[in-house]
């Protein structure tokens, strides 16, 4: 279950140390005895990183003691999803062939974490590479579901997810590829947003599917999303594809009247929400259909306008996901040989395919295997045009209907995932369903949008459920403003 005594909001945690009522160091000792205790009953972590967190907050400590002025979440215990590097740190990315690789930096958006005075107290546990939706695919063994640990925790961010349901950290970054932010949150019962591709830089992630991986958080407050997003947002020369996009999303949040608590009783009043009928209806548990369903009654009751809107190729979408994902895993993960790359296995004398061969084999899990070889022969000679390329082409159909959609709504909305957290190992032999729960959270990665998994209503003791909402384009602001209203209603 939960823990008794969760972390307040990083808000409140930056708030009091910059004003002095706690310190950075006794947030962190606090943060590190709570993840200590969450992972006898979660392996929501790989790594605890007690040393190094606090001595990052002494150091801050000294710094506020010396006058310098607070950053914005000053003295904030976080964690981090462990394919994003952290200098000095073992970054393994759940996978065997990297259990000790210790990266030179930091990724970028850390390190602007870091910058604005958030402090990582932990590595989250992943599926190996984020291949996955379980969080069971990892080196380090399952993640569980603090929710119910005889449960998964969601994946390939099940680690980070765990991490804030289980209240060791208020805000953890993860990564996010098919969902991998947001169906872990819905698991889990905890906010969690990916923005439009290009809002937060990729340098530093360990990279599976370059065109469809983005980096996402995970929180219970909006507005925590919000501050974080800022200090991370911004061009970096490290990425190519990154854009240069303002700090905005704290003052648009505090300045929408989705967000004021007396703004009336109707603070989404004007906003015009999709339910996307593909998506609903056949396929998911009645739990689903039922808490998203009341989910959207409630945005009614806040002023929104719900409608039907189709987007056709939705159902192709999952598809197309999968062999273009895989195609970019077997050439992104050609690198780990054991000879550029990797944890080396065989003799000097063995010869280059031989050990390539037996590091492969034994660096890479059942279902990074599964990927790379589905990769490869959808790029294969004569099988290019028939799967590759045919999967891009309904990509671009899919990016064209959701654009289409918008045209008549702000947002779209579908069920975050089509069932809740399942037993631990129950879907390990079984892939097709394992993809199958990635349906919904595909279509915003290969369009590029932003979305966001918002807790949906269902009774008490029920498991948790998440409903989706999507944005057009750099529209990731109006998320979270929907979801601040949600969660003041």
Do not use: C
Request: net charge negative; glycine share 10%; charged share 20%.
């Amino acid at each position: 279950m939960p823990a008794a005594d969760p972390p307040r909001r990083a808000t409140d945690v930056a708030a009091a140390v910059a004003d002095g009522r706690t310190s950075a160091r006794a947030e962190v000792d606090a943060a590190l005895a709570r993840a200590d205790a969450l992972q006898a009953t979660t392996n929501a972590f790989t790594d605890l990183l007690g040393e190094r967190a606090r001595a990052a907050a002494d150091a801050l400590d000294a710094r506020l003691a010396a006058g310098e002025a607070a950053p914005p979440l000053a003295g904030v215990p976080i964690a981090v999803k462990a394919n994003l590097a952290v200098a000095g740190v073992r970054t393994s990315a759940g996978a065997a062939i990297l259990r000790d690789y210790v990266p030179p930096e930091t990724a970028t958006v850390v390190a602007r974490l870091e910058a604005a005075g958030a402090i990582p107290i932990a590595m989250a546990n992943l599926d190996a590479f984020g291949m996955g939706s379980s969080s069971e695919a990892s080196v380090h063994g399952p993640v569980r579901n603090p929710v119910d640990p005889a449960r998964v925790a969601g994946g390939s961010s099940g680690g980070s997810a765990a991490a804030v349901a289980g209240g060791a950290v208020p805000l953890a970054v993860g990564t996010d590829t098919g969902g991998s932010v947001r169906q872990p949150a819905a698991f889990t019962g905890v906010l969690g947003v990916k923005p439009t591709y290009g809002t937060l830089s990729r340098s530093g992630v360990i990279a599976y599917a370059s065109s469809l991986d983005q980096v996402g958080l995970l929180a219970h407050d909006a507005n925590d999303l919000a501050v974080a997003l800022d200090a991370m947002v911004g061009r970096d020369p490290r990425d190519a594809t990154s854009l240069d996009v303002p700090a905005v999303f704290a003052r648009d949040l505090r300045t929408s009247p989705a967000a004021d608590a007396g703004a009336g009783d109707a603070p989404l009043a004007g906003l015009r929400v999709g339910r996307v009928v593909e998506t609903f209806g056949e396929g998911n548990a009645a739990e689903v259909e039922a808490a998203t369903a009341a989910t959207l009654a409630r945005l009614e009751v806040l002023g929104a306008e719900v409608r039907d809107v189709a987007v056709p190729a939705a159902p192709a979408a999952l598809a197309a996901y999968y062999l273009i994902a895989s195609a970019e895993a077997s050439s992104n993960l050609a690198r780990y040989d054991g000879t550029i790359a990797g944890v080396r296995v065989g003799e000097d004398g063995d010869g280059q395919v031989a050990v390539t061969t037996a590091s492969r084999g034994a660096g890479f899990g059942r279902e990074v295997r599964r990927r790379i070889l589905m990769g490869t022969f959808a790029l294969s000679a004569g099988h290019v045009d028939a799967w590759y390329a045919r999967a891009l082409q309904v990509r671009r159909k899919v990016s064209d209907d959701l654009t289409a959609a918008f045209g008549h709504v702000d947002l779209l909305a579908t069920p975050t995932a089509p069932g809740v957290a399942y037993p631990l190992g129950a879907r390990v032999d079984d892939p097709l369903a394992m993809y199958l729960g990635d349906a919904d959270t595909v279509l915003a990665n290969l369009a590029g949008l932003g979305a966001i998994s918002v807790p949906a209503d269902v009774p008490g003791g029920a498991l948790p459920v998440g409903l989706q909402l999507l944005a057009p384009p750099l529209g990731d602001g109006r998320l979270l403003q929907v979801a601040a209203a949600l969660q003041r209603a």
